[in-house]
């Protein structure tokens, strides 16, 4: 008998029945990561434009910003809208070191991501937006590596085999210390420099390319185009949350 991978083993089934079988929020017992009356109170993006997945008052074919410019992705993904408790948490791991929301998000986007993908072909290579080092520096991480490293974790547990890899190496870089997107309107986001981002490394023809929010979409739109340049021929859009507009 190997004891040592047995005890592996229970040490791992005694972890997770003692750290991971309650609720991250309100730490109820559960077997997910989210009890049911927490996940209820999620803000599901439900009304959308079919393209850019941008919040509506009723579902809708196409916003009028993807009519006028169709976007350079094939497909976004974004289950949530920015606001209420997915808000909350996104803050919370950017702001103020809760990096523990980091597993129930990255969790409930698998879900969302193997039910979106049940009739389509997996990416080869996930990759993520990141933030300039100087950033990185004075938050102590990056917020969108720390999440798709939690997210590949938790999709090869789902995928085996399917699962896109993650570079050792984030090969999209940025190359500019621009302002917090945050802290811009929507107007001063689209007009922010579209050089901020520099490719070194290889990447694949299929790429998922995930970022924690998607706002006005010109820092997701600057990183496809990159990637497709590049010689990447698709590029899929992963996000937790979408901003709706002012007047949503």
Known sequence: MDWKKLSTTKITQVYKSVFLSQCYICNAKTQNTLCKSCHEGFPTNLNHCQRCKRPTHKASVLCGQCQTNRPAYT???APYRFEGIIKTLIHSIKFNQGTHYIRPLTYLLSEHLIESY??????EQILYVPSHPSRIKERGFCQTKAMTIQLTKNLTELLGEKCPTLPKNNPLKKVKNTQAQHSLSRKERLKSPQSSY???GPIAKHIALFDDVMTTGSTIENCTKLLLKAGAERV?????????????
């Open 75 to 77: 497909i976004c993904i």
């Open 118 to 123: 049940s009739s389509e072909s997996w990416p």
């Open 198 to 200: 520099q490719l070194d």
């Open 236 to 248: 899929d859009i992963w996000v937790i949350a979408r901003t709706p507009d002012k007047e949503y």
